[in-house]
């Protein structure tokens, strides 16, 4: 199982957890196949995070980032804590954090740009 951010979602996964409004109604079922559709929708009523089946997405960020980085840097900035249970549960939530950010600013920088219509081509791009 796996929480991920709605926009490293692809067509295929399966849900692990329902999707949920802020009032408890369910509205998408646990072990519901995504669908491109269904991703869309999802985006339109503003949900950001799904947990689905397995882990089908490296969270490692792939590259330097300033997310990457700050993960790289947790365990020099947590080094004195240890021994303290609270410390280290906010060093995993930071790690889960920090790694959710990374693959999401590597799965925008690896979108491919929006293309300009024909007219704006010939135009060299300009509005």
């Given at each position: 199982m796996q929480k991920i951010p709605l926009n490293l979602a692809k067509p295929g996964m399966k849900l692990a957890k329902p999707i949920l409004r802020e009032n408890g109604l369910v509205l998408v079922a646990e072990n519901t196949e995504l669908?491109?559709?269904?991703?869309?929708?999802?985006?339109?009523?503003d949900v950001a995070m799904i947990t689905v089946?397995?882990?089908?997405?490296d969270l490692g960020g792939g590259g330097k980032n300033p997310y990457t980085i700050?993960?790289?840097?947790?365990?020099?900035?947590?080094?004195?804590?240890?021994?303290?249970?609270?410390?280290?549960?906010?060093?995993?939530?930071?790690k889960d954090y920090f790694l959710l950010k990374a693959a999401s600013a590597t799965v925008i920088a690896e979108s491919p740009e929006q293309t300009l219509p024909a007219e704006q081509k010939e135009q060299g791009g300009a509005a």
């Open positions: 669908s491109e559709s269904l991703l869309e929708r999802l985006e339109r009523m089946q397995g882990n089908p997405v700050r993960v790289e840097r947790l365990d020099h900035l947590f080094r004195k804590h240890g021994d303290d249970p609270w410390m280290v549960k906010l060093r995993a939530h930071l």
